[in-house]
């Protein structure tokens, strides 16, 4: 679209840091640039068809991707006295056949893209209220664990940079040891897990 890097900046800043979903509410956006994007794109995080609360607060959610009946994953918050931790998919589907996971009884559809493993954050964030952000807001979705449905170590690449997406000062802000990767064993992507990603490991 010709969009400068200063205002590929601003975008970026009140879709991540600020959570804004429409481009009308982007105050320091010129208004012609405001209605062309509004014309070829929208701001997607996914679309929740399911959000079930439990009597301890823990909230599970089915987020769509893509208006594709198929590319439908759960995600799930858990919040304790200290922390609220989000439990994210990666895939969905998933090749593996694990006796002990639902997942492992569904095929393998597709892998989740960085946008729709970020957009899986975005969605919780704002349903738990910590989007608008307010000033010294203290957040209620502040951990994250890759345990939901697939394989993080199978869809490495979408996966890392969903990470540093997640992680990135300028946009979400997590720090990387508030995010663990749970893995059933794809030893020789492991070690990069520390070297590369510098999140948990489980």
């Known amino acids: 679209m010709g969009v400068s890097s200063f205002r ?7 879709m991540y840091t600020k959570g804004t979903t429409m481009f009308q509410d982007m105050g320091n956006i010129p208004k012609d640039l405001k209605q062309r994007l509004e014309e070829k794109y929208v701001i997607d995080y996914g679309r929740v068809l399911d959000n079930q609360l439990s009597e301890d607060e823990t909230r599970k959610m089915l987020i769509q991707f893509d208006n594709d009946p198929r590319a ?10 200290y922390r609220g931790t989000l439990c ?34 975005m969605v919780a964030a704002w349903i738990a209220g910590d989007y608008p952000q307010k000033e010294n807001q203290v957040r209620k979705v502040s951990n994250i664990v890759f345990m939901g449905q697939g394989e993080p170590l199978y869809n490495f690449r979408n996966v890392s940079a969903a990470i540093e997406l997640l992680t990135d000062p300028k946009g979400i ?21 520390a070297s590369e990603l510098r999140v948990g490991l489980a």
């Open 8 to 14: 590929s900046k601003q975008l970026y800043e009140w």
């Open 173 to 193: 802000g997590l720090a990387p040891w508030r995010i663990t990767i749970s893995t059933s064993g794809v030893a020789p992507l492991i070690p990069r897990i």
């Open 88 to 121: 994210v998919s990666s895939q969905v589907g998933c090749s593996l056949s694990c006796t002990f996971c639902h997942t492992g009884t569904q095929k393998l559809y597709r892998n989740l893209t960085p946008a729709e493993i970020a957009g899986q954050y």
């Open 72 to 81: 439908s994953v759960e995600t799930v918050f858990i919040p304790t006295t």
